[in-house]
């Protein structure tokens, strides 16, 4: 065990908040996630034939919503996967590589997910 | 490898265990994130490709990775809304029935969304 | 009636287990079994142990895959006829029974567990009063023995070793919800740090654990909420 923390030193607001974004974006999803299950299995049988697919995405009120379902669920997923690196000492010791590795990850996840909304 | 110390439950209590899960589900979920993503770029290749996928993929064969996929998801999304009200402050006093609550939630939860996705597949 | 006591023993190189036969009594507890081995069987067992009251909390170990008080377990309430011994986890074990609290110590340290005052004046010493309400809103944090029973069982600590621990942090948050302490930014600061606050997701198992019922996951969850509000105020006006 060592007696130096080296954790003791980073930027300060990084930290708190990855963490309040965490928490709000993991309630975001729990209502769009639900949504997204409703729509595509149980509102009508054939919502994920192709036609149906290509309407939903036309849609501008479909565009925003899976905007910002597709922002919050990279944000959560990329920001969670940063956690559990940093709960390792693997993390700790390459902290500003992990920082920047997720959080390009992040940006490379939600771009993707825009070119097929923009692309309808 | 000292972080398989967290998927160990010998001695530990069921706090723990949902801990365990809750991380396991968490990356669980973030490869199907990926998959989910690049999946839906055959919308953007053309009617085939699509059709294509969804015809492998909404089949009964199938059927049994989305009802784990979905318990993945409703216990992720429930054991996160109750670490979300602990870590605002809230009803820690309540930790244990919050904590059971949270798995019988996440069970009917479960079998409501694989009757409704079996329902789906099988064109009921 | 006759206990057989499985101790986990390390002598610097090799682990291994060596059993005993402790005839327990009502009322004998754990430690005096181990005191038992120790003058009846072998003089070179190693193992913390001072009160016997479970005050000093040195006598934490591994019972039955459970960390608890040596000296507060009693034999014969475990229901078991074999009992398993271990030191605790997440601590490096220099002799049988006995862990390295060097570094638990230093993370305890770092977090300024003392009053902190903007000016002392010991030439003229004041009274600080505080109202009943103002003690019990820290009073339960300040019963902790440091026994590291919390700290051995936190999936965040087995795999951080920076990680500054529940009992340190339950430390921390002790004096910043004291009414008389103003060292809170210092010791925010401190706790803010990505080995602080961040790293506990709530396994709420050093809770679970704790033989003095501090409660160190409740204590993490409170000083987490006020440093992110706090660290996020002062980015917001700075900016």
Redesign the interface.
């Known amino acids: 065990m060592s007696n130096e923390l080296n954790g003791l030193r980073t930027k300060r607001v990084l930290e708190p908040a990855g963490?309040v974004l965490q928490?709000i974006t993991?309630?975001v999803?729990?209502v769009l996630?639900?949504f997204h299950?409703f729509e595509t299995?149980?509102i009508h049988?054939s919502a994920?034939e192709?036609e149906n697919?290509?309407l939903r995405?036309s849609d501008v009120r479909y565009k925003i919503m899976y905007g910002l379902l597709l922002l919050s669920?990279?944000f959560h997923?990329?920001n969670?996967?940063r956690a559990?690196f940093l709960?390792?000492?693997y993390g700790s010791e390459n902290r500003r590589f992990v920082n920047i590795l997720l959080f390009l990850a992040v940006i490379v996840?939600f771009t993707?997910?825009l070119?097929?909304l923009f692309?309808f | 490898m000292?972080?398989l110390?967290?998927f160990e439950f010998?001695?530990?209590?069921l706090?723990?265990i949902s801990?365990?899960l809750?991380?396991l589900t968490?990356?669980v979920?973030?490869i199907y994130?990926?998959m989910h993503?690049s999946y839906?770029?055959s919308?953007?290749i053309g009617?085939e490709v699509?059709?294509y996928f969804?015809s492998t993929t909404?089949t009964p064969a199938f059927l049994i990775f989305d009802i784990l996929l979905?318990l993945a998801?409703v216990y992720h999304?429930v054991n996160?809304?109750r670490?979300?009200l602990?870590?605002?402050?809230l009803g820690?006093e309540l930790?244990r029935p919050l904590l059971y609550l949270c798995y019988l939630l996440t069970l009917v939860l479960w079998l409501y969304?694989s009757y409704?996705?079996y329902l789906?597949v099988m064109?009921v | 009636m006759d206990v057989i006591f499985r101790v986990r023993r390390f002598d610097g190189e090799k682990s291994y287990w060596s059993d005993f036969v402790i005839p327990a009594k009502k009322g004998m507890t754990v430690l005096e079994g181990l005191y038992y081995i120790k003058e009846n069987y072998d003089g070179s067992l190693a193992f913390r142990a001072s009160c016997r009251m479970g005050i000093c909390g040195s006598c934490a170990v591994?019972i039955?895959?459970?960390p608890v008080l040596a000296c507060e377990t009693q034999i014969l309430h475990l229901n078991s006829t074999t009992i398993k011994i271990e030191p605790l986890?997440n601590f490096e074990v220099i002799k049988d029974l006995v862990t390295e609290f060097d570094g638990f110590f230093t993370k305890h340290e770092a977090v300024k567990p003392y009053l902190i005052r903007k000016e002392d004046r010991y030439s003229e010493p004041e009274e600080l009063i505080q109202k009943p309400e103002q003690l019990y809103a820290y009073y339960k944090y300040s019963l902790c023995i440091k026994c590291g029973a919390c700290y051995s069982?936190c999936?965040a600590s087995?795999?951080r070793d920076d990680y500054l621990g529940p009992a340190a942090m339950t430390a921390a948050y002790r004096f910043i919800a004291d009414s008389r302490d103003e060292g809170d930014g210092e010791r925010m600061q401190i706790v803010c740090g990505d080995c602080g606050v961040w790293r506990c997701?709530?396994?709420?198992?050093c809770s679970?654990v704790c033989p003095k019922k501090v409660?160190p996951?409740?204590a993490v969850?409170?000083l987490?909420?006020r440093s992110a509000i706090y660290m996020l105020e002062k980015f917001f006006i700075r900016w």
């Open positions: 963490w928490l993991g309630l999803l729990a996630v639900t299950f299995h149980m049988h994920m192709y697919v290509i995405l669920v990279s997923a990329f969670g996967v559990i709960d390792t000492n996840a993707y997910g070119l097929l692309s | 000292r972080w110390k967290w010998r001695g530990k209590s706090f723990h801990y365990s809750h991380r968490g990356i979920l973030v994130l990926v993503l839906l770029t919308i953007r009617r699509y059709e969804t909404l979905v998801g999304g996160g809304l670490l979300i602990h870590e605002f402050g820690y930790r969304a409704q996705m789906f064109g | 591994k039955n895959g459970k986890d069982v999936p087995s795999s997701h709530f396994a709420a198992e679970e409660e996951a409740k969850q409170k987490r909420f």
